[in-house]
């Protein structure tokens, strides 16, 4: 192999991407809320876009009565005509403009009355607002005017309300919050003394540092089960989570009725005191397909188009560029814009028939999802509706990104419908979706005091038909939030006050 430097030329075929193609598959990629800003961005950018606004129904002798001032459409050609024509006077003008703007402003003048409306209607709006809710450190911050404190308990107070999370705990230790600050033991009492102070305030449990000390802050002397609640934290909160409650039973001598009591009474208390105050509001959805049933009894979509503003390109800019007074600079300007412009409106155009097509295709393999419910949805792949609608199925997935589908049975997201699947004993594909169904409906149809481990829950699942491995099982088990058969044990109390011996299955991981 030769190394030199120098230049030559060779011949290579590559795929590169035109500006318009680029720009066609980011307005498909677009839900409808992101594509309305787009356009409005673009009309900023462009003056030869124009808005298509709907015409307002007025009565019909309304709109026959001719308006007197309203000039016709001859004489607005001829005013465009002349103004073409006399494209130095046009640009004296504009200089004028903008060397005295305040005399050759084109929009009018608000009176006082005007003024003072508009300043009612802003003050009316900002009264409406909704208020910002209170946050979790403004409301301990507050609760401190309670106390008379030194001034140094009070700053570390604040400096431990501000290093709290979403759910009222304390990350980390105090030395840590002290930085260079720290350098005595005095230093370190005092934060003890001020972290004692916070966990004082309401919310009960406030300032905690890990779990257990959160529930221990709950307890007050005097409820129900104190004593008992205060061991069970203490010393087997990892066998309540585990439900190994014969272990408990051997540690502590509490029968088992007595430990189900204090389990009820465990459950009352909260063990993220400070999420209540830590709202995150969901994002609205805005559906850009809609499903509809015909009277055959077939389902069509139907795009959200009244949410979409119409474009078309200014009749104006286009007799200015047909004008032959016209400068070539302005003409070249003219063209950019026009050709830009013509981009954005094949490109939404293009979006608009691309998704029609492949939500008509999805919504044509999943009719018994939209007829008998969601467990009936079958198995379909992107592939499929690409080969199915004729395109590529990079463009199936930006169709479906982040779009969403209102039918019958609610607002779904068109990915949705796109799930893998097994096969059956009978040969048939299964999606996962139905999987996971049957296997709740074993789970909650089986014996609390027998629960069925992974690979009993593999056999029950095969009696019906479903052939799956017991990985497969485990996962699913534990994406649905559902315990392993040890916790899901009910456990019930013998005649001599132990629990009763039933052969205990063993704990999944």
């Excluded at 800019?317 to 300007?333: F, G, H, I, V």
Aim: with cysteine.
């Amino acid at each position: 192999m030769r190394l030199s430097l120098g230049q030559d030329l060779r011949m290579v075929q590559k795929q590169i991407l035109a500006p318009r193609m680029i720009q066609s598959m980011e307005i498909l990629q677009l839900p409808i809320l992101a594509l309305q800003e787009r356009i409005e961005q673009e009309m900023q950018e462009n003056p030869i876009l124009e808005l298509q606004e709907e015409e307002p129904d007025f009565p019909e002798e309304t709109a026959e009565r001719p308006v007197p001032d309203a000039p016709t459409d001859e004489e607005r050609e001829l005013v465009i005509d002349e103004t073409n024509h006399n494209e130095s006077d046009f640009e004296r003008l504009l200089k004028m403009d903008e060397e005295w703007p305040d005399h050759f402003e084109e929009r009018t003048r608000p009176s006082r009355n005007q003024v003072e409306q508009s300043a009612e209607r802003k003050l009316d709006a900002m009264a409406n607002m909704v208020a910002r809710p209170q946050s979790l450190q403004d409301y301990l911050t507050d609760q401190l005017g309670w106390f008379d404190l030194p001034a140094e308990t009070r700053q570390w107070c604040e400096r431990i309300i501000a290093n709290l999370d979403v759910n009222g705990y304390l990350q980390g230790r105090l030395e840590d919050l002290a930085g260079a600050n720290f350098q005595t033991e005095e230093d370190l009492a005092q934060a003890e003394r001020a972290l004692r102070v916070v966990q004082k305030l309401d919310p009960p449990g406030i300032g905690a540092r890990d779990l257990k000390e959160c529930l221990l802050l709950q307890l007050t002397p005097g409820m129900t089960l104190y004593e008992e609640l205060k061991t069970l934290i203490t010393h087997h909160l990892e066998d309540l989570e585990y439900n190994r409650l014969p272990v408990i039973t051997r540690r502590t001598g509490y029968d088992i009725e007595l430990i189900q009591r204090a389990l009820v009474e465990l459950r009352k208390l909260n063990p993220k005191p400070g999420a209540e105050y830590h709202n995150v509001p969901a994002p609205p959805v805005t559906p850009d397909i809609f499903v509809e049933l015909g009277e055959d009894g077939k389902y069509s979509v139907r795009l959200e188009t009244g949410q979409t503003p119409s474009l078309y390109i200014s009749p104006y800019y286009r007799k200015l560029l047909q004008n032959p007074a016209t400068s070539e600079e302005t003409r070249e300007y003219i063209k950019r814009k026009v050709n830009s412009a013509q981009w954005l409106i094949d490109s939404i155009e293009q979006r608009r028939s691309t998704l029609t097509r492949v939500a008509q295709a999805i919504v044509d393999h999943q009719t018994q999802f939209l007829n008998k419910g969601p467990e009936f949805i079958e198995p379909l792949k992107m592939q499929q509706i690409a080969d199915k609608v004729g395109v590529h199925v990079t463009t199936v997935s930006r169709a479906v990104d982040d779009k969403w589908i209102q039918t019958s049975r609610g607002i779904f997201p068109l990915k949705r419908f796109f799930c893998g699947g097994t096969m059956s004993a009978d040969g048939e594909e299964v999606a996962w979706d139905t999987v996971r169904l049957k296997l709740q409906e074993i789970i909650d149809k089986e014996d609390k005091q027998h629960p069925l481990s992974d690979e009993q829950l593999v056999q029950a699942m095969a009696a019906q038909g479903i052939t799956v491995a017991r990985r497969t099982v485990t996962k699913y088990r534990k994406a649905m939030s559902i315990p392993s058969s040890r916790q899901r044990r009910s456990w019930t109390p013998a005649a001599n006050g132990k629990p009763a011996e039933t052969g205990e299955t063993a704990e999944e991981e």
